[in-house]
Antibody, heavy 123, light 106 residues
Framework: QAQLQESGPGLVKPSETLSLTCTVS??????????WGWIRQPPGKGLEWIAS???????YYNPSLKSRVTISVDTSKNQLSLKVTSMSAADTAMYFC???????????????WGHGTLVTVSS | EIVMTQSPVTLSVSPGERATLSCRAS??????LAWYQQKPGQAPRLLIY???TRATGVPARFRGSGSGTEFTLTISSLQSEDFAVYYC????????FGQGTKVEIK
């Protein structure tokens, strides 16, 4: 079972760009049949899917965030990354990375999650 | 965007009783519906996917059902560790979550 660990700056100023990484252990981020994603949760609120990246290389974004978000992988470091531009207070949240499985016959949603990293947007 | 609506917002249940949680989609998601459990300070945990398939290690007291736009999570006999917030998620078109149902001790 892969283990995921998010890391980030903790505090970001308004209008800045957020960069987060998710380090994967116990498995390769390049293993076939998996996809990776970022999900966030504002304090005391619900979950919001941000983006997903598949083994095939295909990436998908939440339409409401697409213009500001980029998801990518660094296979040499076994890391998943997320960049969010033009950060505002509305982006304050716990950010989770997660992994799911898929094939031509099935899709399993996010069944492995990191513990999350809290990002606060404030000047 | 497919909007997921969960009800009730809060469910008060006594240990040992049955809990029934509902999730409605704004359009059909076929069977592409999952349920997650989240406890305070923890990441969500996948319970059910494909409407009714229990994830690895999930006890049999958790049962998912439904189709199209109406889905239900039933917890047959609530244990102390089941008091948490539950989210439904569709993965038919992108991914969207419901707003959550908090199951609290009555």
């Amino acid at each position: 079972q892969a283990q995921l660990q998010e890391s980030g700056p903790g505090l970001v100023k308004p209008s800045e760009t957020l960069s987060l990484t998710c380090t994967v252990s116990g498995g390769s981020i390049s293993d076939s049949g998996y996809y990776w994603g970022w999900i966030r949760q504002p304090p005391g609120k619900g979950l919001e899917w941000i983006a997903s990246l598949y083994y095939s290389g295909a990436s998908y974004y939440n339409p409401s965030l697409k213009s500001r978000v980029t998801i990518s992988v660094d296979t040499s470091k076994n890391q998943l990354s997320l960049k969010v531009t033009s950060m505002s207070a509305a982006d304050t949240a716990m950010y989770f990375c997660a992994r799911g499985s898929y094939s031509s016959a099935f899709m399993i949603p996010f069944d492995s999650w990191g513990h999350g990293t809290l990002v606060t947007v404030s000047s | 965007e497919i909007v997921m609506t969960q009800s009730p917002v809060t469910l008060s249940v006594s240990p040992g009783e049955r809990a029934t949680l509902s999730c409605r989609a704004s359009q059909s998601v076929a069977g592409n519906l999952a349920w997650y459990q989240q406890k305070p300070g923890q990441a969500p945990r996948l319970l059910i996917y494909a409407t009714s398939t229990r994830a690895t290690g999930v006890p049999a007291r958790f049962r998912g059902s439904g189709s199209g736009t109406e889905f239900t999570l039933t917890i047959s006999s609530l244990q102390s560790e089941d008091f948490a917030v539950y989210y439904c998620q569709q993965y038919h078109n992108w991914r969207t979550f419901g707003q959550g149902t908090k199951v609290e001790i009555k």
